[in-house]
């Protein structure tokens, strides 16, 4: 069974800081483009960041750029979010997915086969 699973959200003040992690199983996911999208409360999901395959690209939604970092260890088939300077608008559920046939980042959601539960970050002001 493929399965991605996040962890690390939580509750944390504005300013502060969250590492989430996103492990995967059941397959290797050494070769597939990962991202992050998330879901503000009664918003639709939007994406975060993507990372490739090999790891020297990446791609941030403005509203996230220079704050939130990407990266990936395929050796633990394991992909990260690294969240500083977090703002009340960050507080979302927070998915990662995996496409398998692109070499490309997608930003939409379509092109994404796998996805995980979701973790809550929720950022307080």
């Known amino acids: 069974q493929v399965t991605l699973v996040e962890s690390g959200g939580g509750l944390v003040q504005a300013g502060g800081s969250l590492r989430l992690s996103c492990a995967a199983s059941?397959?290797?996911?050494?070769?597939?483009?990962m991202a992050w999208f998330r879901q503000p409360p009664g918003k639709g999901r939007e994406f975060v960041a993507g990372?490739?395959?090999?790891?020297?690209?990446?791609i941030f939604a403005d509203s996230v750029k220079g704050r939130f970092t990407i990266s990936r260890d395929n050796d633990k088939n394991t992909v990260y979010l690294q969240m500083n300077s977090l703002k009340p608008e960050d507080t979302a559920v927070y998915y990662c997915?995996?496409?398998?046939?692109?070499?490309?980042?997608?930003?939409?959601?379509?092109?994404?086969?796998?996805w995980g539960q979701g973790t809550q970050v929720t950022v307080s002001s």
């Open positions: 997915a995996a496409d398998r046939f692109r070499d490309s980042i997608q930003v939409t959601t379509t092109p994404y086969d796998y």
């Open positions: 059941g397959r290797t996911f050494t070769y597939d483009v």
């Open positions: 990372i490739n395959s090999g790891g020297d690209k990446t």
